[in-house]
Structures are given as structure tokens and as C-alpha cells.
């Protein structure tokens, strides 16, 4: 017999009655029956119920385990009596008597309980991760994670692509957010940086001549935590093509990202068809450019309605260039309860509030209600109605100012509204392209034009978008958002070096800076590069929407938290003053 099992946990079935058989595993509950000790035994795979009693030889070494103690058994397989079959487990028609034991590691005194649905602080739980990973959510959550990885390379070796990898020693490279550098014993003063992604280098695949690149690609940013984003690193399935155009990466990913969400949706709709919504109208629209779209609300322009009308804080607001007033519609939410609720929620969104109007029937008609019906008169509220497509039970929210002031909490204000009044559908993954991305914005105060998005996109229209306004250019560059999260961002990448250094020269950055910051890019780009273009999905998000998790850590193995701190390996840690004088460096203390 193997040193240390003949079959896991889960194996075990009524076939096997009479067998003898070894198990290992971790005491995972003990219940003393007076003088019958029944243990549940788990491993990675299930759950066995053993039980041994005073007749046994190992009843008295079986008395001291304790929970999370990890055990060998040998024993006989029994049948449950019918009344006791537990149908819940695979395991549940039989039980081992056990008549020889080996411990194989005790457990102290345990700092979370890993049998049962507690809560622990994320402290506890990040410092213990081992075992908190022993948990079944945590085991169900990291085994999805690795299938989820393991059907999507599947899914791109099947659609032709190959895995090529990157390195993760390599240059500073703006990606957006902060490296993290890594100094040179070699080359004392100079750093090295950990890839934000592999975005140069992918590209620089496709001008070596190969058709088609992807990888399980680890990232490395020094970013601000949120519930969906790692402070630190993170995994993306990264892919990039030559010889094609916006449509042809849509076409590619989409049936990758479909087929993972049908494998491992649990049964949720997943969306067939996903619309192509302009940067533009999704701010319009949902107030985002990751909008859910599982909420059925859209909202709208409705500034004419209150030019000049006798609200007067709207009525001036729209006399200032640049304003507008946008509707939020809330089909179901036509009572002054709700309405009040909203605007509460405006005020803790720290604006003055949010004015509204909702519809009753008092017996006589409809009725439109609230102190902005009373402002602007009934014949105004009418066409606001009858424009945002409402009835009675019905409310309306409205907005007001320069929108990227307000697009936000409109935007969030768009979610509550269809959370409270269950409109979102819960069951169903949403999927919309995001597209016409601008290149460009400019500051407020000192008029300077910058990038807003990718600069290595290629603009709409190449060389000729440029030579116009820097604020009306559009990229090739797209996003995919799915119940509220951004899960693919990419583009079609800009491969001409003319077009390159005008696009640039837009944002102020001069032809030596572009060569120094994006040298082997822009030498590459002479030596005959392919159009070429891809994107990245995030598969940390990917696997937290499909196991249901609010946030990332709990489906990472090891994440920091949010401090970026690892707690349990104690990182990150002083140097040591050798390691320090090896590198040439000095710390300067902080004031």
C-alpha cells in the first residue's frame, strides 16, 4: 500500500464496503459520541467520516488530534446505515473504522477555525493564509482560478495564437501607473523595472515577424488599492496580432471570454451580442466608461426643458459655457420615500443634492410631483416625461453642471438607483465594448494638451487627425466592460515612427525624449512593422466576477493588502546595511 493513501477523500463509495484503505488528510471536525470518536477527514479533494471506538487499537492516540491536525488512517470501509447516508457528499453512503493512526503534523492552537463560515479581520486572515486557503470557499475559488487559466490557453492555442514569454527584468516603461524599480549590483546607480505589462515587448514580437502572440503574463504596478485591483501584481491573458484591424481582435477575444464565462458562469446568462458603445455616449449614458449594463437605465440630456424655466439654479447654471442637465430615469421609484433617499445619497456624494421629480395617480390623472414640477410648471415636466419614456410610479433624478464634474456620482447614482429598485439583473454577465477612445484632453488651468489615453494608439485618420484639434482625435483603442468592470483594455497600435512622433509632439514631448523614454519601439517601427494590434484581459477580475467575490484578494493566493504590505512573509522588509553597500545605495530617512 502507498506510504500515505490508497484513495483521497472524496473516493470512497459504497463499491468499496469491506475494503481496507489509508487515507490522509486534515482533522477538519471531531464529535465524541461517549466512547465513539467521529472524525471528519479532509483533503483537497472532500470530505471522509471516520469513527473509531474503544475496541480499536488507535482509539487512545485518536482521542488527543485535534482540528486541523494532519493524520494517516488506516481502516475498513463501512456502509452507512440508511437513516444516516448524507447525500451531500460523494462520500456520504459510508465511513472508515479506524485501527491504526499516524499523526503526521499537529497543529497549535488554532488563529482562525478553518471548519465553519466565520469571519476573521483580513489581517488574520492575509498573516494566516495557509490556512485560511485550507477554507472550501478559498480552495473552490483557487481551483477555479487555475481552470479558468488553464481553458483559456486552450481556447488561444486553438484559434492559432502561441505562447511566447517576456521578460520581467526590463527597462522603466510608462504604463500609467508606477514601476517598481530594481537596482543593479552591476551597474551600481542605474535600475532596472518590473513590466507594468509586456506592452513594448509584445509589439515588438509582431515586428520580429510573428503572426500571433499570447501569454499568461504576470504585471507589476505600484498603484493605489481598491477592492478590484491588486496594489502590486497581477495576471493578464495578453495577446497581440499582425495584419489587423479593430473588428478582427473583437472577433478573436470574444469567443474566448465567452466560452470561460459559459464553463464556469454556474448556469448565469452570458451575452452573445456585445454592442460597440462610443467613449462619448457611455459617460452620456451611464455616467462611465465601464457601465453595467445588466441595469437597464440610461440616462439623458435634458437641458432644454430647464432653460430659462423657473428653477433658477439650473436656469443659470445652463446660461455658463460647457453645461448641461442630465436625467437620470427610475422607472418603479415614484415615491418621495425613495426620492428622498437618493438625494441623501447625493449629499454624502458631497453635492448639495439631487432635485427630482416622480409621477402619482391621484385619482384624476397622472400627477407629477416634487419641488422641480413645482418650478418649472406642468407643461415642461410633461415633455421631460414623455421624452425619458415614464408613467406613473415612475421618478426622474436630474443632475447639473459641467459633466466630467458630475458624470461620476451620476454614474453612481445610476447603480444604486437600479440596485434599490431591482432592476439590475443579478444572473447575467453583460458584456459592451467601449471604443473612440480620446487621445487627448487638456488642462483646466494651464490649457496644456496631454494624453488622456494610450499614447501608443493609432489615431482615427492617422496623420491627418493630427494636423487638426489634439482635443477632437480619436484612437483605435478599446475597452471591454462587463457588469461594472473593465476586464479588457487594448488597442490598434500606432506602427508608423512620423505619425508616432507627431502624436507626441501634440502632448508636448519632442523627438530626443520619444527616442530616449520609447527607443527600441521607434527604432523597430523603421525597419518594416507590420499594422498590428491585441489586448489584455485581467484574469484576477475575470475569476472574481465568476466565483461571485466583491473583492480581488479573494481570489489570489497571495495577495498584500491593502497597504501593499504582505503580512504574512513580512514584506516589505529593511535591507540589510551588506545588501544596501553591495548596491550602492543609501536610505535617506523620512522626515
Known amino acids: 500500500m502507498h506510504a500515505y493513501r490508497s484513495h483521497t477523500c472524496a473516493a470512497l463509495t459504497a463499491a468499496n464496503v469491506g475494503e481496507t484503505v489509508r487515507l490522509s488528510g486534515w482533522v477538519h471536525r471531531v464529535r465524541d459520541h461517549g466512547g465513539v470518536l467521529f472524525i471528519d477527514l479532509r483533503d483537497h479533494f472532500g470530505v471522509t467520516q471516520v469513527l473509531c471506538d474503544g475496541d480499536s487499537a488507535a482509539f487512545a492516540e485518536l482521542e488527543k488530534v485535534r482540528s486541523e491536525w494532519c493524520i494517516r488512517i488506516d481502516g475498513t470501509v463501512k456502509a452507512r446505515d440508511p437513516e444516516l447516508v448524507n447525500p451531500k457528499l460523494p462520500t456520504g453512503e459510508i465511513e472508515v473504522y479506524v485501527r491504526e493512526l499516524e499523526v503526521l503534523g499537529a497543529a497549535d492552537e488554532l488563529p482562525l477555525m478553518v471548519f465553519g463560515d466565520q469571519e ?23 481551483t477555479l482560478r487555475s481552470d479558468v487559466v488553464a481553458s483559456m490557453r ?71 488599492p481598491r477592492a478590484d485591483r491588486s496594489p502590486t501584481d497581477f495576471y493578464q491573458l495578453d495577446l497581440e496580432m499582425s495584419f489587423v484591424e479593430q473588428q478582427d481582435v473583437f472577433d478573436t477575444i470574444q469567443p474566448v471570454l465567452t466560452g470561460v464565462f459559459e464553463e464556469f458562469g454556474g448556469g448565469r446568462k452570458v451575452d452573445q451580442e456585445w454592442p460597440q458603445i462610443s467613449y462619448k455616449d457611455a459617460a452620456l449614458w451611464y455616467g462611465t466608461d465601464k457601465p453595467d449594463l445588466r441595469n437597464p437605465i440610461k440616462m439623458q440630456v435634458v437641458s432644454e426643458h430647464f432653460r430659462g424655466s423657473g428653477f433658477a439654479i439650473f436656469a443659470k447654471l445652463l446660461e455658463q459655457e460647457g453645461t448641461e442637465i442630465r436625467a437620470i430615469p427610475a422607472p418603479t421609484g415614484g415615491s418621495r420615500k425613495f426620492c428622498d433617499r437618493m438625494n441623501a445619497f447625493a449629499q454624502k456624494e458631497g453635492l448639495p443634492g439631487m432635485g427630482y421629480i416622480f409621477w402619482r395617480d ?58 434599490e429598485l431591482n432592476l439590475t439583473e443579478k444572473d447575467r454577465f453583460a458584456f459592451a465594448w467601449i471604443v473612440d477612445f480620446p487621445i487627448y484632453e487638456q488642462d483646466a488651468e494651464t490649457g496644456a494638451i496631454d494624453f488622456e489615453h494610450n499614447p501608443f494608439s493609432m489615431p482615427q485618420g492617422g496623420m491627418e487627425a493630427l494636423q487638426g484639434n489634439p482635443l ?36 508636448g514631448y519632442g523627438e530626443e525624449e520619444v527616442k530616449s523614454r520609447f527607443g527600441a519601439l521607434f527604432n523597430a517601427f523603421h525597419y ?64
Open 154 to 224: 486552450k481556447r488561444m492555442w486553438d484559434q492559432g495564437f502561441r505562447e511566447y514569454q517576456t521578460p520581467i527584468i526590463t527597462a522603466s516603461s510608462p504604463e500609467g501607473a508606477r514601476d517598481f524599480l530594481v537596482p543593479s549590483r552591476l551597474h551600481p546607480g542605474k535600475f532596472y523595472a518590473l513590466p507594468q505589462a509586456p506592452q513594448q515587448f509584445k509589439q515588438l514580437i509582431m515586428v520580429s515577424g510573428f503572426d500571433k502572440y499570447f501569454q499568461i503574463a504576470p504585471c507589476f504596478r505600484d498603484e493605489d
Open 120 to 142: 476573521y479581520p483580513e489581517e488574520t486572515r492575509l498573516r494566516y493564509r495557509y490556512l485560511d486557503l485550507r477554507r472550501e470557499a478559498m480552495q473552490q475559488n483557487m
Open 472 to 507: 477632437d482625435v480619436r484612437g483605435y483603442q478599446y475597452d471591454l466592460a462587463c457588469n461594472g468592470y473593465e476586464l479588457v483594455s487594448g488597442a490598434i497600435r500606432n506602427h508608423k515612427p512620423e505619425i508616432m512622433l507627431k502624436a507626441f509632439e501634440l502632448a
Open 362 to 419: 391621484q385619482g384624476e390623472g397622472m400627477e407629477a410631483a416634487g419641488p422641480l414640477a413645482k418650478n418649472i410648471g406642468p407643461e415642461r415636466t410633461e415633455a421631460i416625461r414623455q421624452q425619458l419614456g415614464l408613467g406613473v410610479g415612475d421618478a426622474a433624478f436630474f443632475l447639473g453642471g459641467k459633466p466630467k464634474a458630475f458624470e461620476k456620482v451620476a454614474g453612481k447614482a445610476r447603480d444604486v438607483i437600479g440596485e
Open 528 to 591: 518594416g512593422a507590420p499594422p498590428h494590434g491585441g489586448c489584455a484581459a485581467g484574469i484576477d477580475r475575470i475569476v472574481m466576477l465568476l466565483a461571485d467575490e466583491a473583492n480581488i484578494r479573494e481570489v489570489m493566493m497571495f495577495p498584500m493588502n491593502q497597504r501593499a504590505e504582505d503580512l504574512m512573509m513580512d514584506a516589505p522588509s529593511d535591507p540589510t546595511s551588506d545588501q544596501l553597500m553591495e548596491l550602492g545605495l543609501r536610505i535617506i530617512p523620512q522626515d
